[in-house]
């Protein structure tokens, strides 16, 4: 089972739970709340994880979206 999978399980209706990682990668571009370091069934190690607040919309224009224009158009 991946980790993808397993922060699923963490999550409550409504939610989204990221990993470090990921959290790391787009720092820039939302709002997190610090939930815990826990233990991830199938991993060696405790994770933080966090729970996603909010998308910050001046990070949105730094990635934008490449090739979607048709998508974006509608």
Do not use: Q, W
């Amino acid at each position: 089972m991946n980790l993808a999978a397993r922060l699923l399980e963490l999550a409550h209706a409504g939610e989204t739970i990221l990993s470090d990682d990921v959290y790391r990668a787009c720092v820039s571009s939302i709002e997190v709340d610090h939930v815990a370091t826990t233990a991830i069934r199938g991993f060696a190690n405790e994770m933080p994880v966090g729970k996603l607040r909010s998308l910050r919309m001046d990070g949105a224009a730094e990635h934008p979206l490449l090739g979607r224009d048709g998508e974006v158009a509608r």
